[in-house]
Nanobody, 115 residues
Framework: QVQLVESGGGLVQAGGSLRLSCAAS????????VAWFRQAPGKEREFVAQ????TYADSVKGRFTISTDNTGNTVYLQMNSLKPDDTGLYSC????????????WGPGTQVTVSS
């Protein structure tokens, strides 16, 4: 089992940047597919980016970059050119490669982009 904790959220002006971190404990990320999701107030949770088969939501392509450190214990989400529509609770999630759904979730970190 793996425990996930996100950090790095905050308040930023439109056009600014933030880097989110997702730290794993219990296991390393090398055995899992890891992704970032976000949920804005009143909206459903949406996919943002995934590593290990790297993919991005169309809304963040060219602005966000997902990466991992050399230890396999932390996954990052570098967010540039932020827009007010990027506001939301950002959560990381992990799943075993053979599973279709994510089984482990962190509590999330809030990102607020002001106009």
């Amino acid at each position: 089992q793996v425990q996930l904790v996100e950090s790095g959220g905050g308040l930023v002006q439109a056009g600014g940047s933030l880097r989110l971190s997702c730290a794993a404990s219990g296991r390393t990320f090398t055995d899992y597919v890891v992704a970032w999701f976000r949920q804005a107030p009143g909206k459903e949770r949406e996919f943002v980016a995934q590593i290990r088969g790297t993919t991005y939501a169309d809304s963040v392509k060219g602005r966000f970059t997902i990466s991992t450190d050399n230890t396999g214990n932390t996954v990052y989400l570098q967010m540039n050119s932020l827009k007010p529509d990027d506001t939301g609770l950002y959560s990381c999630a992990a799943r075993s490669p053979w599973r279709g759904s994510f089984q482990y979730w962190g509590p999330g970190t809030q990102v607020t982009v002001s106009s």
